[in-house]
């Protein structure tokens, strides 16, 4: 309910991820009370790693993240394309016109998702002690004039002023706006595990990026928390299983089978992960409105996309800024400052939706069956005004000074 000093709406957000922490810390900073509810009995480390490109990075740093990304964050020394058997190797940072740090005005960090998440949830706490409640998992919601009622499993339920579904691919929330989403499976599967940096020989413990392409596959890998993990996302062409977790375990003999002929290196990092997992990759149809009333969706639940252009969670964290600076901007009005919201975002998330998809064509490609025919077509994809089309109007954003 609006607080009786400043008539301030009170915001409640179902989901404790990335998204729905980005946007309550930004709330809590403008002075905005907010609770969060997350289904989950315990904030534990989950997940592998997340790119925070330059948009994301400043989203971090406005919320007054920067001593944390700082202190776990890498700040990788290149990028690079390498092939998928030879190991022959392009530069990123060498073709576009300056390492990505500089071109951007600020960084980009490779993280570790857990660290990342508990950067936040610990920033959030700092804020408001009791802001996150746990093992609450939403099942629905009512609306009328007045307010919103959040309603849990357990049968118990919450009420404020703005609802914000942040609950991720399988939003409850927006399974009552607008009906569940339809994944449809994309015929890839994508490998993760972390490997302890030190199990590597040496010539492999670089601090850069690599995005190692094949015909029917690639793997990105990269260091993640300080440079003593690293992170390994394999992604190839395979349609007999469809299951789309982050924590389905697999095998390494399975895994493996997948990358025949796979550089040494490639093979090396992936016999080293700790613990190996499959994740479906599913595609959604980007929303129309993502608003009805008093409530709204961020992230996810609204906008999932392909990891090609490694955005989901930076799309996730910018959705969470600019609500809050919406709802501060309106906050007598709460279903303006949503409708002002949606606008704000929506055009830009439809596109990394759409083009996250187009990607796939990119990286998965018949042209790096032979080195030569791969050479020609690395050196067009990757040349740099195709770097600056596909990565600048991402990359520049600034959800602190977009237009609401
Ligand atoms: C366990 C996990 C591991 C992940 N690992 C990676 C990774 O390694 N690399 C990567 O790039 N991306 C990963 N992601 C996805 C990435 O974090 C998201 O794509 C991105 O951050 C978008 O953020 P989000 O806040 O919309 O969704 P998420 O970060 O997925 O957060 C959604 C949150 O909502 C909670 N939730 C779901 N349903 C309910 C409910 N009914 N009631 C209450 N709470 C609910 C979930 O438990 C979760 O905490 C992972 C997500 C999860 C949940």
């Known amino acids: 309910m609006p607080d009786k000093a400043g008539g301030n709406p009170h915001v409640i957000i179902a989901g404790a991820g990335l998204g729905g922490l980005a946007a309550a810390l930004a709330l809590l900073k403008r002075g905005l009370d907010v609770d969060v509810y997350e289904q989950a009995d315990e904030l534990k480390e989950v997940g592998a790693g997340v790119q925070i490109s330059a948009n994301g990075t400043r989203v971090l740093f406005e919320l007054g993240l920067k001593e944390s990304v700082e202190h776990w964050g890498v700040r990788a020394v290149d990028k690079e394309i390498r092939l998928w058997n030879t190991g022959q190797t392009w530069s990123l940072f060498n073709r576009a016109s300056a390492p990505i740090g500089e071109r951007y005005g600020v960084p980009m960090f490779l993280l570790h998702r857990g660290d990342l998440h508990t950067a936040l949830a610990n920033a959030v706490r700092a804020a408001k002690p009791d802001a996150i409640h746990l093992n609450r998992r939403c099942v629905g919601f009512e609306q009328d004039g007045a307010g919103v009622e959040l309603k849990f499993e357990d049968g118990s339920s919450a009420k404020g002023d703005v609802l914000a579904g942040a609950d991720g691919l399988h939003s409850q929330v927006r399974r009552q706006l607008f009906g569940a989403a339809v994944p449809r499976f994309t015929g ?5 595990g972390m490997v302890p940096m030190d199990s590597l020989p040496d010539y492999q413990r670089r601090m850069v990026a690599t995005n190692w392409i094949g ?6 890998c990269y260091p993640v928390r300080r440079g003593e993990l690293f992170n390994v996302v394999g992604q190839v062409d395979r349609n007999d299983w469809q299951t789309e977790s982050w924590i389905e375990e697999g095998t390494h003999a399975e895994c493996l089978a997948d990358f025949p002929g796979w550089h040494p290196e490639v093979q090396t990092m992936l016999e080293n992960t700790t613990t190996l997992y499959r ?3 599913f595609l959604r149809e980007p929303l129309e409105h993502w608003t009805k009333g008093r409530v709204t969706l961020l992230g ?15 799309s996730a964290m910018e959705d969470g800024f600019v609500l809050a600076r919406c709802i501060a901007q309106w906050p007598g009005d709460p279903v303006i400052a949503l409708e002002r919201y949606e606008v704000a975002r929506l055009e830009r998330t439809t596109s990394l939706v759409n083009r996250s998809a187009e990607m796939a064509g990119t990286f998965h490609n018949e042209a790096m069956a032979t080195a030569e025919s791969a050479e020609k077509y690395i050196n067009t994809e990757w040349h740099p005004s195709k770097i600056g089309a596909r990565y600048d109007w991402i990359y520049k954003y600034d959800a602190a000074g977009a237009a609401l």
């Open 300 to 314: 996810d639940a609204c906008h999932a996309m392909l990891p090609y252009l490694g955005q989901g969670a930076n």
């Open 215 to 220: 015909p029917k596959a690639h793997v990105t």
């Open 188 to 192: 890839q599967v994508a490998w993760r």
């Open 279 to 281: 994740w479906g990759l």
